[in-house]
Structure formats: C-alpha cells, structure tokens
C-alpha cells in the first residue's frame, strides 16, 4: 500500500510520523531540525523518482554515495547507491542534479557512469541468489545513476571483529565465512567475481543472516567484460589487481577471501601483495598463537599464495579442504557444529 503521508511529516531517521506540533518523531523521538544534510549530498527529504524519500547518506566511496531512504510505494526503507565519483563532481547548489566539477572530466565521468551501469546489470543479473544484497530498482536521473537495494540492519563483519576484541575463534570465523563462500561459489557459476572482497563489504545482518555488499568493483569474467576502474585494499587485493593485464577469475576472490579469514583469526590483514612478491614476510596465524588445525592452515596459505596459479583455482576446492568432512574432531562434535 503506498504511504500517503506528506513527506515533511516523515522522519528522515526512522520514517516514522513526525509530531506536527513539535517535529519530533513519535517513534524514535529524534528531532527533524538536528537532520542536517552534508557537503555535496542528496538534500535530505528530496523525492527521487517521485518515489523514493532520501535521507541520511549511510557512506562514501571512491565512486559513490549511499543514503537510506523510504520507498513511498512500498512502504519500506531501502539503501539508494548514487554514482558521484569524489573529486569529478559537484552538486547545483539546493538541487539534486550532479555535473562535472571540470569539462576536463567529463569523458572519465562517462567512462566511469557506464561501469558503474554494468554494476547494475551485475547485480539484476545475480538478484535471485541468496547471500548478496538485493537490488530493486536502477534509474537515470539528475545527470548521474541510482541504484536501489534493500537496507541491511546489522553491522559489518569488520565492527564485528572489533568487538570481540579483534580477533574471532576458528568456530566463530567458520560458521561466518560458510555463507560467505557458498555465495561466492554461485557468483562465480554465474560468470560473476566480486573482486573486493573484506570486513566492510560483509554484512551480519540483525536476522544472523550474512550478506556479500559492495559490487561496485564486480565483473562478469566469463565474459572479458571489466570494469574502467577496480578498487585497491591493502592487504586484501591480489597481485593481478596491482599489475596491468592480469589474470582475474574465481581465484582473485579466492585471495581475498583467504585475507579475509586471515583477519578474522589474527586481527589484521596480511602484508600488501605488492610487499610480499619483493619480501614474502607472512605470518602463519599458528605462529601468533591462532588455534588452527595444520591442514586448515595449510589451505588458509594455499589461498593466500602470491601467485595466482598456485592458489585453490575455484571456491568449491578450497571449501572442500577448509571444511571437509576429514578435519579431526577430537572425539566429540564435529569442529562446524561446535
């Protein structure tokens, strides 16, 4: 049923029913005034698409901005990824509208808004995989694209590891990482590699559910169709991001997925790749007092081999091995169901 409110009376924080007296929510109590929007947003309680009510951005990349937002049609909040490339860019003053910040900037601009499209594409063509983020809706409008996607209510894997200390159990990092690959492996039969893999792009949602974020970087490699640009994390990204032409596939995931668990067990990230092909100095997590079985280890730094013909060629191998049916139990219950 769609949301018949006028939308100055819905809270920017909640999307509850402001008191029209005092303006504050009757919900969340938050006051409407302290709702501030800033530098180079979205005006907050703008309407994009005549439907979609934006509120506080929730981030910023490289290459856009995200905002939470209240579908008027549907009555749900969503999560609205807007293409605004930092450094490229500026708001018209009090308008939605997005332009180059140089005429110089304007063939990048384009280069970059059709990547960010095929992310789009990406995603509606994965959509119906459980384990990622749910796209909705995608549209062009104010001289810049709009994704629409479902609002996660959870925490990222990241802020999860910090607050347990900064660093995970084997079990803990086990029962979090399965979806994770499971995902991936259906990612990558579909042609699909997500190529930015860490703590920040995997989502514990309030439900227990963990869901795969951040596609900005995705590409369909089955198809040599890749993206203008690609994102750098260090510690994270393998090798052949670094270097011109090289080989990316399920075993560029594979990587970063290995980089990933190393940081859920050692509470860091392992040294840049660029390092470790000059000085290779990687630490085994056993060797930092990481309780490990030795094959579970030895899979872990077969992932994160430097290079890429040497790692696990597909996820299912290296799921295979990280959890198979052969690990010691000790006697008792098996170490996933522990």
Known sequence: MQDVR?????????????????????????????????????????LLAGRYLIGMPLGRGGFGITYKAYDMLTCTRVAIKEFF???????????CAVDVNDANNAKVFNYWLTAFI???????????????????????????????????????LHRFIHGRGGRLHINETLNIMRPVLETLLRLHQHGVIHKDISPENIQIVNNRQIKLIDFGAA???????SKPFFVLKKGYSPIELYVQ????????????????????LVGNPPPE????????????????NV????????????????NPQERYSNIGAFQQMFYGEFMPTGGGAH???N
């Open 219 to 225: 590409s369909i490699y089955t198809q040599n169709v």
């Open 291 to 306: 309780k490990i079985q030795p094959i579970r280890e030895k899979t872990l730094l077969k992932a994160l081999a430097i």
């Open 245 to 264: 032409n090289g080989s990316q596939g399920p075993w560029t995931d594979i990587y970063e997925i290995g980089a990933t668990i190393y940081t859920c």
């Open 85 to 95: 490339p930092k450094g490229y860019t500026q708001r018209m003053p009090h308008s």
């Open 118 to 156: 095929q992310e789009a594409k990406v995603l509606t063509s994965i959509k119906h995989l459980d384990g990622i983020v749910e796209i909705y809706d995608f549209f062009l409008t104010n001289n810049t694209a709009y994704i629409v996607m479902e609002y996660l209510d959870g925490m990222s």
């Open 273 to 288: 790749a660029t390092e470790r092909r000059t000085s290779d100095k990687l630490v085994p997590p056993s060797a930092l």
């Open 6 to 46: 006028d939308i100055h009376s819905i809270c920017l924080n909640c999307f509850g029913t402001l008191d029209p007296r005092t303006y504050v929510c009757t919900k969340c109590n938050k006051r409407a005034a302290d709702n501030q929007t800033p530098s180079q947003a979205i005006p907050m309680r703008s």
């Open 335 to 337: 170490p996933l169901h």
